[in-house]
């Protein structure tokens, strides 16, 4: 054997041993089909917290799960320590086929995609009446990312006591959605909480909306036994606080007919990005306008002269603010596109 420029033998003491064990290395990945089945109900700082089989456990993901994330509402499969008790950690191996995907961009031209929750069934888009002022153009991009994954789109409107919903209600009725409106007495007296509850029975219903609107305050009407801190609106501003740092899975009281479900919270958001989102696709959130772009010309960016559209808002079949908010989503797109 030859090393460092001389010729050593096995005496030799400046020969090390090998560090490298003698068992051949294998691709074959355990199959953990003693694995048990759990929900993840918040991600915080790569650690994971589940609900298995009725305890909440700590985890955290496998290596051999590379770089595959690991979001809020997947069904895992988990191995490990899962008595729940302090300071006991288990490992997340295997993320179950998700049902549904709710995605945004943190604007237009940025080209990472987060994931939000899996696995839910509907969208409550959640928006003050006053106290801030309502965004159109945010509840658009929401319905857009609704449409897109598959999730029933839920309007909440909050603060009723500070300004009547009758006005932006308007807007949307074209679009069938369903919609629900709150006032802060009713919340605190559970009237209104029981309103909205009732139409999250037996569904995973993910909460979006802007911070100050009162997502946090309704979750909390919503799930009583579980308290989430609250922030104020900025008055100079106009601006709410960010009081909720990470998404959070909570199962709602059971009702008298035994129907449960689940309630996401998720952090207030100041943009809604649509990167991921295809401008064919996003006509579908419209189906006001969608049946009036069948008979726009081939490949009709809908904001261009023989848009048929023009014609379809002036024949009164949508309303014009509608194909305004539609053309200035697409013409935001375009822009990025071009760039």
Same mark, same amino acid.
């Given at each position: 054997m030859r090393r460092y420029g001389k010729h050593t033998d096995e005496d030799d003491i400046r020969v090390r041993p090998s560090r490298r064990g003698t068992r051949p290395r294998t691709h074959t990945r355990p199959k953990h089909e003693d694995a048990a089945e759990g929900l993840v109900l918040t991600v915080d700082r790569g650690r994971l917290t589940c609900l298995v089989e009725g305890r909440t456990v700590t985890a955290m993901k496998a290596r051999e799960l590379g770089r595959k994330g690991v979001v809020v509402g997947d069904r895992v499969a988990v191995v490990g320590d899962l008595s729940g008790a302090k300071d006991t950690l288990a490992r997340v191996v295997r993320v179950e086929e998700r049902t549904s995907v709710l995605r945004r961009t943190a604007d237009d031209n940025?080209?990472?995609e987060r994931v939000i929750v899996a696995n839910a069934d509907q969208l409550a888009i959640v928006t003050a009446l006053a $106290? +801030?002022? +309502?965004? +159109?153009? /945010?509840? $658009?991009?929401? /319905?857009v990312a609704a449409f897109d994954a598959g999730l029933e789109p839920l309007l909440v409107l909050t603060k009723s006591d500070l300004a009547p919903a009758r006005p932006l209600m308007e807007t949307y009725a074209p679009l069938g959605v369903r919609h629900v409106v709150t006032s802060r007495e009713g919340l605190a007296e559970g009237a209104g909480a029981e309103s909205v509850r009732e139409l999250m029975r037996g569904q995973v219903t993910v909460c979006v909306g802007h911070s100050g609107v009162g997502k946090t305050t309704l979750v909390n009407a919503l799930v009583p036994r579980r308290q989430r801190a609250t922030g104020d609106v900025n008055a100079v501003t106009g601006r709410g606080r960010h009081t909720t740092t990470s998404a959070l899975a909570l199962p709602l009281p059971p009702s008298t007919t !035994?129907? $449960? !479900?689940? =309630?996401i919270d998720?952090? !207030? =958001?100041?943009s809604f990005g649509l990167n991921h989102i295809q401008l064919s696709r996003v006509i579908h959130a419209f189906p006001d306008l969608e049946e009036g772009a069948a008979s726009c010309p081939r490949g009709c960016s809908h904001n261009e002269s023989g848009c048929a559209l023009d014609a379809w808002v002036a024949d009164g079949h949508a309303d014009a603010a509608r194909l305004h908010s539609l053309r200035r989503l697409l013409g935001t797109r375009e822009r990025r596109e071009g760039d």
């Open positions: 940025d080209p990472y $106290d +801030p002022e +309502p965004r +159109p153009r /945010l509840i $658009d991009r929401c /319905l !035994g129907e $449960d !479900g689940w =309630v998720t952090p !207030g =958001v100041r």
